[in-house]
């Protein structure tokens, strides 16, 4: 049984949510391209700039780059207001961009999120740091051509769990 405030993150991703080609040079440029993707928030120029900001405060605090190329870009608390369902968007870079990671790896792999409480925002934390710890998935994320791909890998890991 689930309860309330499980989250299953393949359920959180789309093609619109997913950017396989990311162009930054640096990293506030990869958080503008990522939070881009977010549609819910495509005609919210105020509630974008209020995740802008926050991911960007929450980055001077301490980097969400957490090694083996990932980052998982969030704001510091949950955002009350700006969604009132949690959100998810991948990106993947190239070449990789410098994101102060502990492991010095520039980072590939971007997992932003978005949650409207504590709870969901922990929950989802959690379970992308669970499943990014196998380096299959990891490279399999690397690898994938289409957004569907991606989505699917992301299901069959959780199926795992």
């Not at 049984?1 to 040079?25: C, E, G, H, R, Y």
Request: no cysteine; net charge neutral.
């Amino acid at each position: 049984m689930t309860s309330p405030n499980s989250v299953v993150l393949s359920n959180l991703l789309s093609p619109a949510t997913i950017n396989l080609d990311l162009q930054s040079p640096d990293r506030d440029s990869v958080l503008s391209e990522l939070v881009d993707q977010i549609p819910q928030l495509a005609k919210r120029p105020e509630a974008r700039q209020t995740l802008l900001r926050a991911l960007r405060e929450r980055e001077q605090l301490h980097s969400t780059g957490i090694g083996d190329g990932i980052a998982l870009p969030h704001a510091r608390n949950a955002l009350v207001g700006l969604t009132d369902q949690p959100m998810v968007a991948f990106g993947r870079h190239p070449r990789g961009i410098p994101y102060d990671a502990i492991d010095s790896v520039p980072a590939r792999l971007f997992f932003l999120l978005v949650a409207p409480t504590v709870t969901q925002h922990l929950t989802i934390l959690a379970r992308l740091t669970r499943l990014l710890r196998d380096a299959r998935l990891r490279q399999a994320l690397l690898a994938a051509d289409q957004p569907e791909q991606v989505m699917a890998l992301i299901r069959d890991a959780e199926a795992k769990l």
